[in-house]
């Protein structure tokens, strides 16, 4: 099967489409170096409802965003790693996403435009492009104070779409992980009763009134009617955390939504599921995170030290 790879400027942004005879994937470099679209034999997978122009100005999601320094929600508008205390200036408060409750969302590179391409390649078997990010800014090391760099890799092979995230600490101390991303998969909310998911976890777990995790985890089949892991989603509606997933033998925990397959690695070892019960919100979330939310203010996620480097794929299989 021929890959395909081509850089392109439309509206002064730069997209990546990766392409074979059954996939062609597209990326907006510029806008967070969000995936925007992941078309099946002219089926969209995913939900992105805006022109390019209206999603890189509004404060809606959608696509594939990356989630950086944080996934999910703090508890505040400060992190606690390495035994210090660090309170965000007034003054870069205004770079933060929010949630209802004002808490900060999702980390502060969800549309940045500092990404940088620094390779594209394409042969017979596949083809990919790598972006970079160099976290050094003021005002971003004035919310997250640690040097580094990130690396994206979106390779698409066959009928798998796969990406590969690396970060690596150039700062003087230790450094926290815990990035995740948000895929939006579309699906027909009319039909909503004619989609099935699978959950690969063993607990579910519990937040208080804000969304932050209370540190109490239960069965998720004392929650709801799972049968080996699978569920539909007639009358049910999720916007939940869960641990413990379960890996295979490939050591991959297999999300399914219907005959979309989303595939974590052992780094992801966790993962929120967001499908509401709306009419207006037509999706179905898996989102794979390296770390629980708020693990910059519990100390539950991963620290690399100086030079080390942290990576973590999923793939989406069609």
């Not at 050094?136 to 994206?152: A, G, Q, T």
């Not at 779409?161 to 690596?168: A, D, G, H, P």
């Not at 179905?284 to 629980?292: G, H, N």
């Amino acid at each position: 099967m021929n890959h395909s790879i081509q850089k392109y400027v439309a509206d002064g942004i730069e997209i990546i489409e990766l392409k074979n005879a059954d996939i062609t994937a597209r990326l907006a470099v510029n806008i967070g170096n969000t995936l925007f679209s992941l078309n099946y034999r002219e089926q969209e997978i995913l939900y992105f409802p805006f022109s390019l122009y209206e999603y890189s100005i509004n404060k809606k999601l959608a696509g594939i965003p990356f989630m950086h320094p944080w996934a999910n929600r703090l508890a505040g508008d400060f992190i606690r790693v390495n035994g210090q205390s660090f309170n965000f200036p007034e003054t870069s408060k205004k770079i933060l996403y929010r949630d209802a409750n004002d808490l900060p969302l999702h980390g502060l590179l969800l549309k940045s435009d500092k990404w940088k391409t620094i390779e594209l390649h394409e042969d017979e078997n596949s083809c990919f492009h790598i972006a970079e990010f160099i976290f050094k800014d003021e005002k971003l090391l004035s919310v997250f104070p640690f040097e580094h760099r990130v690396y994206i890799k979106y390779q698409l092979k066959g009928r798998t779409l796969n990406i590969e995230t690396t970060v690596v600490n150039l700062d003087s101390k230790p450094m926290p992980v815990s990035f995740g991303y948000h895929p939006y998969f579309l699906i027909d909310a009319a039909k909503r009763n004619n989609y099935t998911v699978i959950v690969p976890a063993k607990e579910m777990i519990h937040v208080d009134e804000k969304m932050i995790p209370t540190g109490i985890s239960t069965i998720k089949e004392d929650k709801w009617n799972f049968k080996d892991d699978s569920i539909s989603l007639k009358n049910i509606s999720f916007d939940h955390g869960f641990q413990n997933l379960k890996f295979n033998e490939n050591e991959l925990a297999v999300f399914k939504i219907n005959d979309i397959e989303i595939a974590f690695d052992k780094n992801y070892s966790f993962a929120q599921v967001y499908a509401p019960d709306h009419a207006g919100k037509p999706y179905v979330c898996i989102e794979p995170m390296t770390a629980p939310t708020n693990a910059l203010n519990t100390g539950s996620c991963t620290y690399i030290q100086t030079g080390e480097k942290y990576s973590a794929s999923f793939s989406i299989s069609l």
